[in-house]
């Protein structure tokens, strides 16, 4: 009878524990099913390049001679996406139209064609990788209902041809909503496909092929877009790791939430990414943190997409903000010797064929699976409380920060 006296504390926690995992049962089979991958995955992922002032195609010169200097174990250089935007408005026309017509200057206007020369240079180098933005960074009848009350926004589409969409309010930077008015409101469908054909029809006269990959422009985008992407031969979306369909009253992104997961699939078989690290340096970042981000993911058993954006590079810090790139790419292949560098286009397709030789065996799984349920509060919090961390630590090997 003693026996069964001290067995009973030992039967109600692993009863407990057993609870804490059906309540938690939705993202435990989540981080469990999405794949672990073998290796650290560095991918550098910049937005808004395209269209711009003259002086941006130095800064893309920079940038392809810094990522030349480095190599992974397998001589690969880093891989930096460049997120396109393949427009502006034609100031002019639009005023000669007396704001009753938007007129477009597409990438392939003359007064583009130093950025279009460099970009190209830094794809044939190999370390630029073109993502389909959008034709714009913003609705284009959107744009135009603001001008027409806003004076500043006004000014803004009459300065070109050579504006930064950066200094738009930002819900009129979502493409994919009708930002000019709070809350947003949503796009006909027909106008999102025609939108859609047109900026693919583009973007495959300028590079040669149609795009593989997206990024939803400030990471609003609508299944209705998501539909016609796939419609359109896209295969992987860039995401914040949740699905965002518009902007609030205070112009704020509303977004589900419920996660999405690497690999997770999507309309069409596109394959969703998740990007939610950054490396800002105008905004403050160093390389420590760009360090840490990869050491998180990897210890997790997924890809480090670290966001970034042109005016770190283009402004004022752009020197300040390549010497820290280019420690980050230093400190990374001393720290983590087995990273990978790859494109967002070659990740997709390896979480179309789990179980090949990019993805990790048994035991280094579990290990990562517990990494990931520490980024869910609550279950970490009870896990933590309960004794639960201890005793699933007891089931996986120690990780040291890096994939073998």
């Known amino acids: 009878m003693m026996w069964w006296l001290l067995a009973l504390p030992a039967l109600w926690l692993l009863t407990l524990w057993l609870l804490i995992l059906l309540l938690f049962a ?6 469990w099913r999405e794949p672990v991958l073998r290796h650290p995955v560095l991918i550098i992922e910049s937005d808004d390049w395209g269209p711009g002032p003259a002086s941006h195609a130095q800064a893309l010169r920079s940038l392809r001679d810094l990522l030349t200097a480095h190599r992974d174990m397998t001589g690969r250089p880093p891989v930096m996406t460049l997120g396109l935007i393949l427009s502006l408005p034609d100031g002019e026309a639009i005023a000669a139209s007396d704001f009753t017509a938007y007129r477009a200057r597409l990438v392939t206007d003359p007064a583009y064609a130093d950025i279009l020369a460099a970009l190209r240079a830094g794809i044939d180098a190999g370390v630029f990788v073109p993502q389909l933005h959008g034709m714009a960074h913003y609705w284009p009848p959107a744009l135009m209902s603001a001008a027409r009350d806003d004076p500043a926004v006004r000014d803004w589409l009459l300065a070109g041809p050579h504006q930064e969409t950066e200094a738009l309010p930002s819900p009129l930077q979502s493409r994919w909503v009708d930002g000019s008015v709070l809350p947003s409101r949503p796009i006909p469908a027909e106008k999102i496909h025609s939108a859609v054909a047109e900026e693919v029809a583009l973007y495959r006269q300028v590079f040669g092929a149609a795009p593989e990959v997206v990024v939803p422009p400030t990471f609003v985008w609508t299944p209705e877009v998501e539909a016609a992407w796939a419609a ?25 939430s419920t996660p999405i997961h ?10 969703y990414l998740v990007r939610d ?27 480090c997409l670290l966001e970034t954006h042109r005016f770190n590079f283009t402004g004022a810090g752009a020197e300040a903000a390549l010497a820290e790139l280019d420690a980050l790419l230093r400190r990374v292949l001393a720290e983590h010797p087995t990273v990978r560098f790859i494109s967002p286009a070659e990740l997709a397709e390896h979480y179309r064929a789990p179980g090949v030789r990019p993805f990790a065996p048994l035991g280094r799984r579990l290990a990562a699976w517990k990494a990931r349920m520490q980024e869910v509060p609550r279950f970490a919090r009870l896990a933590r409380l309960t004794g639960l961390e201890w ?4 089931f996986t090997p120690r990780s040291r920060g890096k994939v073998t």
């Open 277 to 303: 690290r950054y490396f800002e340096p105008a905004r403050g970042h160093r390389a420590e943190q760009g360090l840490l981000a990869l050491a998180g993911k990897t210890a997790q058993g997924r890809p």
């Open 232 to 256: 359109h031969g896209v295969r992987a979306l860039v995401t914040p790791g949740r699905p965002c369909i518009g902007r609030d009253a205070q112009g704020r992104p509303v977004c589900a």
């Open 391 to 394: 005793a699933l630590a007891g």
């Open 26 to 31: 939705g993202p435990v089979r989540a981080a």
């Open 262 to 271: 690497n690999g997770q699939r999507g309309l069409g078989d596109i394959r």
